[in-house]
């Protein structure tokens, strides 16, 4: 494995069995929440969005594009430069650039404003997003890492539940600009929980960027993140449209969206805690499964989604399948490299992020170029090439956190 740079630093934070351990874990948990609400709202409000700001469905897609690519590039370098500070404070100051531009979002007069905006929730997520797992196991116990783990991505999945949803609802009610307004406050309360309720938590393990970017060099990390690479970007190019093709395929209207998203994001969480008990024991049969459902599902809702019940099922297989992946891919990529968990939840940040951002990206050019459900079966095919490399790229022997 390639070497990674390491810088001693003081002690670990002394792990806690008490409920405030696992009271820590839920503000963790809710800040993967509130970051991938924040990150994922454009989803639900496509359709106004780009009526409000007078561009294309296509061009407000790239709202979720740039966000992306900010977090990919960002999550490593704000673990390696924020490396010697204490967690908890380094917290608080993502949280806080998230609340920043959640509110420049609710303001943008145009979509360049829009843009910068973007600009500082990529970075707020991408420090969060990187930092979340490796904070969560040390505030308790060893034997709890994996339940911590899938708590704290927990939040990922919920965001689907409550956050889109919530967002494609206050959309419909008060309009797109008191979504983001909403996001701002709710980021603002996590802030505040986040900062009574985390204890010290001064850096365990200090890796340069050099190291972090080293740690691809590992096969059996490379191969996750190949995963990663395929399956987000698949995911993406195809929901982030998913609202125009709901409305075009099904006849949806803006309060049945925000209902199948919901339905989506129930089946979501359920995926994320039957994934985290699995991929444990067997991480490429969790992976093809989950890659593999992916790609059927995404493929067949424009040819069977024209029944609103039809539809409704496969956004609930579709939410299960996915629901999975944070929480499998995180494990794979740990596993893979048990000593350097901060190390490669940043890589893997990246890649996630970048992969979130090109999806965005290629679907929009297939939703413009050739038709919105063009980027329904582009994201099928990258689902169908995640399982290849799941089914045949080297794998970890167990997924243990």
Do not use: C
Request: hydrophobic fraction near 55%.
């Amino acid at each position: 494995m390639t070497q990674v740079d390491e810088v001693a630093s003081e002690p670990p934070a002394e792990q806690d069995s008490t409920p405030r351990g696992w009271l820590g874990v839920g503000a963790v948990a809710a800040a993967t929440f509130t970051v991938v609400t924040s990150e994922m709202l454009p989803v639900g409000l496509l359709t106004p969005m780009s009526d409000g700001l007078r561009v294309s469905e296509g061009t407000a897609g790239l709202t979720l594009t740039v966000t992306g690519v900010v977090a990919a590039v960002s999550a490593p370098l704000l673990t390696s430069g924020l490396g010697r500070f204490d967690r908890r404070w380094v917290f608080g100051g993502l949280l806080a650039v998230l609340v920043l531009g959640n509110l420049g979002a609710a303001w943008s007069p145009n979509f360049g404003v829009m843009v910068l905006a973007r600009v500082l929730v990529g970075i707020g997520m991408g420090g969060v997003w990187a930092m979340a797992a490796a904070v969560a196991v040390r505030l308790v116990p060893p034997k709890s890492a994996g339940s911590a783990t899938s708590l704290v991505f927990s939040g990922v999945a919920v965001a689907s539940v409550l956050g889109i949803p919530a967002g494609a609802f206050i959309g419909a009610l008060a309009g797109w600009r008191m979504a983001f307004a909403a996001a701002a406050g709710l980021a603002l309360l996590v802030l505040v929980v986040a900062a009574v309720l985390l204890p010290g938590l001064p850096a365990d393990r200090v890796v340069s960027l050099g190291g972090v970017l080293g740690l691809a060099g590992n096969p059996r990390v490379r191969t996750g993140l190949l995963i990663v690479a395929f399956l987000v970007t698949g995911h993406f190019a195809a929901y982030t449209y998913v609202r125009p093709v709901l409305e075009e395929v099904s006849g949806a209207r803006s309060e049945m969206i925000g209902v199948l998203l919901l339905v989506y994001g129930i089946a979501g969480v359920v995926g994320n805690f039957v994934a985290g008990s699995s991929v444990a024991r067997a991480p490429r049969t969790t992976l093809v499964a989950i890659s593999t459902v992916l790609a059927i599902t995404v493929i067949v809702l424009p040819a069977l989604g024209g029944s609103m019940l039809v539809a409704g099922l496969l956004m609930v297989v579709w939410g299960l399948a996915y629901g999975g992946v944070s929480v499998s891919s995180l494990t794979w990529v740990v596993a893979g490299a048990p000593d350097f968990r901060e190390g490669v939840s940043a890589l893997l940040t990246s890649v996630f992020n970048a992969a979130i951002a090109m999806g965005a990206l290629v679907g929009g050019f297939a939703a413009d170029g050739i038709g919105i459900t063009a980027a329904m079966w582009l994201g099928g095919g990258l689902a169908g090439a995640a399982l290849l490399t799941a089914a045949f790229g080297q794998a970890p022997a167990g997924g243990r956190l």
